[in-house]
């Protein structure tokens, strides 16, 4: 099945700072990801997707990058603020989007 | 958040007592999905469910077993919980291309 992990456990950075949560996976055919964000005490909430065809997207704030050739997205967060602190989970569903597969995760920590 | 819930939110129960935990959503989603959350592990899949009486297995099912007798309710049974399965459950719906998500169930087996 599919396989997808991320680099970091844990990742610190200062209040204004760009942040940079990196992803890998395993299977070159895969097509489509997603960037989750999880606060404490709550369910993961979806942030941003991209699909293969696409080498970046960007959103409110957060950019992601797929580089196919050594299947690795990382997802940016521009001028960090303190309510960004959370884990960050890369998924990737199925062809059919009947299964999700999620990575272990990154704890971002916004440091004041 | 597509109006799903989970309950209990939290339990404590002993080793080798059955559990019940309960999603229920309110959107007649058809994907319905029972996870796990542990430390290192990120979330894995239980057990999922694509239609009222139709289940499949995730990678981490034994000593879970799922019902789902209504569109809106996925239960998910810990038939004789163990203190392995101490851990945070969330459920999901699937709609698109996307995962929602139910606020959690902590559990503690002791």
């Known amino acids: 099945g599919e396989s997808v992990g991320l680099h970091l456990p844990t990742l610190s950075v200062q209040e204004g700072d760009n942040s940079i949560i990196n992803c890998a996976y395993s299977n070159s055919a895969s097509d489509y990801f997603i960037w989750y964000k999880q606060e404490s005490g709550k369910g993961p909430q979806f942030i941003i997707d991209i699909r293969s065809n696409m080498d970046k997207r960007q959103g409110q704030r957060v950019t992601v990058l797929l580089n196919k050739t050594v299947k690795h997205l990382s997802l940016q967060i521009a001028a960090t603020q303190p309510g960004d602190s959370a884990v960050y989970f890369c998924a990737e569903p199925t062809p059919n989007f009947n299964k999700f597969y999620f990575g272990s995760g990154t704890k971002l920590n916004v440091k004041p | 958040d597509a109006g799903i819930t989970q309950s209990p939110r939290h339990k404590v129960t002993e080793t080798g007592t059955p559990v019940t935990l309960r999603c229920h959503q309110t959107?007649?989603?058809?994907?319905m999905y029972w996870y796990r959350q542990d430390p290192g592990h990120g979330l894995r899949l239980i057990h999922y469910s694509y239609g009222v009486k139709d289940t499949d297995k995730g990678e981490v099912s034994d000593g879970y077993s799922v019902s789902r007798s209504k569109t809106e309710d996925f239960l998910l049974t810990l038939e004789s919980a163990t203190s392995s399965q101490t851990s945070v459950y969330f459920c999901?719906?699937?709609?698109?291309?996307?995962?929602?998500f139910g606020p959690g169930t902590r559990l503690t087996v002791t």
């Open positions: 999901a719906i699937s709609a698109g291309n996307e995962q929602y």
């Open positions: 959107e007649n989603h058809r994907y």
